[in-house]
């Protein structure tokens, strides 16, 4: 299976309420960053968290990382209707391998905020 | 913006057309990604180049041909596609392709149909 594997594959909420999404991941990283991707576009950087860290937050988003899980979370709270789109975590490898520098992109969770 | 340009937006082209795709980067970056997005899979690296030498190919048909003739533009030459090459093609820069953390940035894509 991928590197960078999402969970749910879809996630559908009422505005207000929070979303949390999950990524695990296989190999040892460097980083992992989530990115959103609004319909049929490019994506966009949100966070990057290390992996010499636990917790991130940027405005409404919380990010954690548990190494040893290999796993990552997505917290959006308050979500709002333009908080739809398909949200991807993607990790970079460490140094010293060929992927050094490359990300991996998971399939993403395709957030729907109801308004 | 991301200040990743693509053109064009849309592509229909016939099998046996050449055609070819255009990005260009203005934030100064090194690094130059193409992606390759189909329906329910995750994102393909396909090549990246950096200080405009390619580092990767990432086993892709010689149908698709790059070109990188600076760190601000890079270019994907098609030639006898496949409907199957019908996909979402992105864009990215990064600061350099060899570093951490290596945040990218994506262009808005070319939506290409293979008819």
């Known amino acids: 299976s991928q590197q960078g594997e999402e969970d749910p594959q879809a996630l559908s909420i009422q505005e207000g309420e929070n979303a949390t999404m999950n990524c695990s991941y296989k190999?040892?990283?460097?980083?992992l960053q989530w990115y959103r991707q609004n319909s049929g576009r490019g994506l966009v950087h949100l966070i990057l968290?290390?992996?010499?860290?636990r917790e991130k937050h940027s405005g409404r988003l919380r990010v954690t990382l548990d190494t040893s899980k290999k796993s990552s979370s997505l917290l959006i709270t308050a979500s709002r209707a333009a908080d739809t789109a398909s949200y991807f975590c993607?990790?970079?490898?460490?140094?010293?391998?060929?992927?050094?520098?490359?990300?991996?992109f998971g399939q993403g969770t395709i957030l729907t905020v109801h308004p | 913006e991301t200040g990743v340009t693509q053109t064009p937006r849309h592509l229909v082209m016939g099998m046996t057309n050449k055609k070819s795709l255009k990005c260009e980067q203005h934030?100064?970056?090194?690094?130059m990604y193409w992606y390759k997005q189909s329906a329910k899979k995750p994102l393909e690296l396909m090549f990246v180049?950096?200080?405009?030498?390619?580092?990767e190919n990432n086993s892709v048909p010689s149908r698709f041909s790059p070109e990188c003739p600076n760190s601000s533009h890079l270019f994907l030459h098609l030639h006898t596609l496949q409907p199957e090459d019908s996909a979402l093609y992105l864009c990215?820069?990064?600061?350099?392709?060899?570093?951490?953390?290596?945040?990218?940035?994506f262009g808005p894509g070319t939506r290409l149909t293979v008819l």
């Open positions: 190999t040892s990283i460097n980083n």
């Open positions: 993607a990790t970079a490898a460490n140094a010293g391998g060929t992927s050094y520098g490359k990300l991996t």
């Open positions: 180049y950096n200080f405009k030498e390619q580092t």
């Open positions: 990215a820069s990064s600061q350099d392709s060899a570093g951490s953390p290596n945040e990218q940035f």
């Open positions: 934030l100064g970056h090194n690094a």
């Open positions: 968290i290390r992996s010499n860290e």
